[in-house]
């Protein structure tokens, strides 16, 4: 398995939004609607915030959106804020197994 | 409160085997509702999944890693553990684990650096 394509960076001013993107095949990304994306603040653990494609686990804020077409996801973030600086992974399950992309790193200018 | 710790040594030598244990306290290993797993992020690089565990013992493992991989449950002392043979420099990275519920990696320990260096 290969890891899933991500830009290895992106970048917004605050209250901007940027749209971050996930290239896979159609054994993961386009197989299955188990895609989900991970921020990772420097030194801490990834936190998950999106499953499902699109939806949000608890506590998550509603700015954050996924969405697929084909082999291809994407997550949104609108109203940038200085917060939301961080790295985003995303990942798709793959029948039996796990597979990450390389990890984008958000800048908010 | 769930918590997840890693534990295990910071530096394993070349063709050594690296060990590390995951000891779960605010719930049962022994849950059917949750496989738990290991992931790594090696520096400067993306996250990589390394295998999932179901408190059975069932397990699946990252194809790329199959043949150096063991990661095994002890339901007595709620932890489970994760043997990667056969270690070279670019197994260095810091290691997670983590309580999966459905495909997802919903709760991480904190990580631990596994550095391979003679």
């Known amino acids: 398995q290969s890891a899933l394509t991500q830009p290895p960076s992106a970048s917004g001013s605050p209250g901007q939004s940027v749209t971050i993107s996930c290239t896979g095949t159609?054994?993961?990304?386009?197989?299955?609607?188990?895609v989900s994306w991970y921020q990772q603040h420097p030194g801490k653990a990834p936190k998950l915030i999106i499953y499902d494609v699109s939806k949000r686990p608890s506590g998550v804020p509603d700015r954050f959106s996924g969405s697929k077409s084909g082999n291809t996801a994407s997550l949104t973030v609108s109203g940038l804020q200085a917060e939301d600086e961080a790295h985003y992974y995303c990942s798709s399950y793959a029948g039996s197994s796990v597979v990450f992309g390389g990890g984008t790193k958000l800048t908010v200018l | 409160q769930l918590q997840l710790q890693e534990s295990g040594p910071g530096l394993v030598k070349p063709s050594e085997t690296l060990s590390l244990t995951c000891t779960v306290s605010?719930?049962?290993?022994?849950?059917?509702?949750?496989?738990w797993g290991w992931i790594r992020h090696p520096p400067g690089k993306g996250l990589e999944w390394i295998g999932s565990?179901?408190?059975?013992?069932?397990?699946y493992y990252n194809p790329s890693l199959k043949s150096r991989v063991t990661i095994s449950v002890d339901t007595s002392k709620n932890q489970f553990s994760l043997k990667l043979n056969s270690v070279t420099a670019a197994d260095t990275a810091v290691y997670y684990c983590?309580?999966?519920?459905?495909?997802?990696?919903?709760?991480w320990g904190q990580g631990t650096l596994v550095t391979v260096s003679s």
């Open positions: 605010g719930d049962s290993i022994s849950s059917t509702s949750h496989y």
């Open positions: 565990i179901y408190y059975s013992g069932s397990t």
């Open positions: 983590a309580r999966l519920w459905s495909k997802y990696f919903q709760h």
């Open positions: 159609s054994s993961d990304v386009g197989g299955y609607n188990y």
